[in-house]
């Protein structure tokens, strides 16, 4: 796989993929062509800002089903850790499992994280909140990088309407 310097952006085509859902299921980017489509990145299930992230869109699924447009999560999580938060919080979308990172990679949304703490400085491989609306024919029509988990729902919905 060929690992893009930037994500891609409104005009480039989404990258394809095949990964397993929630369910164990194989599932490739291209089977939902002639929808739209939301693809979102989070860093970890069952994590404060991914739950809210992942809620918010469960709260707010129905407006989604209302226009046709599927909702997708990815994380580096495994098929086993997305189903059970997928359970735990009743999530009606579907969950995609990226336990390499190899989707985060071709999105250009895996990289290098800095943080400070008390400080000190500390680096780390991460997965960074992202969120992707990919029209009919696979193209991206609107990218983010580092999205906030408390209010991209509403923005993706304002920009889908």
């Not at 060929?2 to 989404?14: F, L």
Request: hydrophobic share 35%.
């Amino acid at each position: 796989m060929t690992v893009p310097v930037t994500m891609p952006g409104a005009g480039d085509a989404a990258p394809d993929f095949e990964t397993q859902t929630d369910t164990g299921k194989t599932v490739r980017l291209s089977d939902y062509r002639g929808k739209k489509v939301v693809l979102y990145f989070y860093p970890k299930a069952d994590t404060p800002g991914c739950t809210k992230q992942a809620c918010l869109f469960r709260d707010n699924y129905g407006e989604f089903e209302k226009i046709g447009v599927p909702v997708l999560g990815a994380s580096y999580d495994t098929v086993e850790e997305q189903a059970a938060f997928k359970q735990k919080y009743n999530l009606p979308f579907t969950l995609l499992a990226d336990p390499d990172h190899s989707i985060a990679e071709l999105y250009g949304v895996w990289g290098d994280h800095k943080i400070v703490k008390d400080g000190v400085a500390s680096t780390f491989q991460g997965l960074r909140r992202s969120t992707f609306i990919i029209d009919e024919k696979g193209k991206v029509i609107w990218s983010k990088y580092g999205v906030d988990a408390t209010n991209n729902t509403a923005e993706v919905l304002e920009l889908l309407k």
